[in-house]
């Protein structure tokens, strides 16, 4: 028994954080919503910027109602994505349970019968909000864990192991997107070869398919 005991002091077992989300608060959801929207919002406004700066260097007779279509369209867009986010909201996360697993090479998420395990340095971004942590596997889809839900001790070691993968993440996110790549163009060629083989007949005649 005390040789077992002097194995695992000597050797002990890998630290592993375990989070568990059941159903996400309105203020959670708002804000997990609005971070995800802001991109395609600033992105518009660039857009409609470009398209007014056009109109006044293009236009002879320049008038300020010239703007006001564009503006009021970015203006119903933006109000039409809160207000379906408000109302969204039962229909959303209110009862979506999650199970996040943290250790020092990566983490794990699982919802239902679905997991998933992502390495550190294939983690993009780490972001803290008011009300909610995100953890981004690229530059646009992101999990969630609300703030409340993990505690400050937990959450430092979280952040120190993000922090220690930033020197090999550049290099592990490029290999992993040009096997992805890769195997993606696999899969055209051999559709394109199981299409040049069997073929899906002619589109009349007797062997129309």
Not at 60 to 65: E, M, V, Y
Not at 154 to 160: A, G, I
Not at 163 to 189: L, P, T, V, W, Y
């Amino acid at each position: 028994m005390s040789e077992k005991n002097n194995q695992e002091k000597k050797h002990p077992a890998p630290k592993v954080i375990r989070v568990e989300v059941s159903g996400v608060s309105k203020e959670e959801f708002l804000e997990a919503a609005h971070r995800s929207s802001r991109s395609f919002f600033i992105m518009l406004l660039i857009l409609m910027a470009l398209f007014c700066g056009i109109i006044m260097v293009a236009s002879d007779n320049f008038s300020l109602p010239a703007f006001l279509g564009p503006i009021f369209i970015y203006l119903v867009l933006f109000v039409g994505y809160e207000l379906y986010i408000h109302l969204s909201y039962k229909q959303q996360l209110q009862a979506l349970e999650m199970v996040y697993e943290f250790n020092a090479k990566g983490w794990t998420l699982q919802v239902g019968d679905s997991r998933a395990e992502i390495d550190w340095r294939g983690t993009v971004k780490f972001a803290e909000g008011k009300h909610c942590l995100f953890l981004y596997n690229d530059d646009s889809h992101s999990s969630l864990i609300p703030r409340h839900c993990i505690s400050d001790k937990d959450l430092q070691t979280v952040r120190s192991w993000f922090n220690k993968s930033r020197g090999e993440s550049k290099d592990f996110i490029r290999a992993r997107d040009r096997a992805e790549r890769q195997e993606q163009k696999e899969k055209m060629r051999q559709n394109r070869k199981n299409n040049r083989f069997w073929g899906n007949g002619p589109a009349w005649g007797p062997w129309k398919r």
